[in-house]
């Protein structure tokens, strides 16, 4: 089996650019985590297990997913910078979220490790100096710079609050 070609700047990074409106990545990842301490934990407790759609996930399980990830493309963001090596092949979010115990936790204590996990990830993209910033990172069929993931993480979170304002809130009766 021949290996995909690799595509740079693959076409997702256009929504990842839209998504993020202009912003540089340190702006970027400071206004997402305003967005997540402006979460109204009270709305997403009354929504509680209901979902928008029969098999969707809860928002519990959606503020896994994005814990998750980000702890996975922060893993990928450190391996390039450190020139360690490439990248494992890629994960299934589906798997992932079946597998979760999201549901057994609250939406505090989701919304709590979603705010250090950010923390953590905006420290560490501060670390990197420009020319780390710069990298050019190479797995699967991508290749694109690595500020590039970081605003992954930021687009992912826009993402999935989009569909929670847009499907979920509604439910809140």
């Known amino acids: 089996m021949e290996k995909a070609e690799t595509k740079k700047n693959p076409d997702f990074l256009e929504d990842v650019y839209k998504l993020n409106e202009g912003f540089e990545l340190k702006e970027a990842l400071k206004l997402s985590l305003k967005k997540i301490d402006k979460i109204d934990i009270a709305q997403l407790n009354r929504i509680g297990f209901n979902t928008y759609e029969k098999g969707k996930w809860t928002i519990h399980k959606i503020l896994q997913h994005l814990i998750d990830w980000e702890r996975i493309w922060c893993f990928r ?78 687009a992912h979170q826009i993402h999935h609050f989009n569909i929670i304002k847009e499907r979920y809130i509604p439910l809140d009766n």
């Open 77 to 154: 963001a450190i391996i390039f910078a450190r020139e360690e090596g490439s990248v494992l092949d890629g994960h299934e979010a589906e798997i992932m979220g079946n597998n979760s115990n999201a549901d057994e936790r609250s939406i505090e204590q989701l919304i709590n490790e979603l705010r250090i996990v950010r923390q953590s990830t905006i420290m560490m993209f501060e670390s990197f100096n420009k020319k780390i910033l710069e990298t050019n990172c190479v797995f699967f069929e991508y290749e694109m710079p690595l500020f590039a993931l970081g605003l992954t993480i930021t």
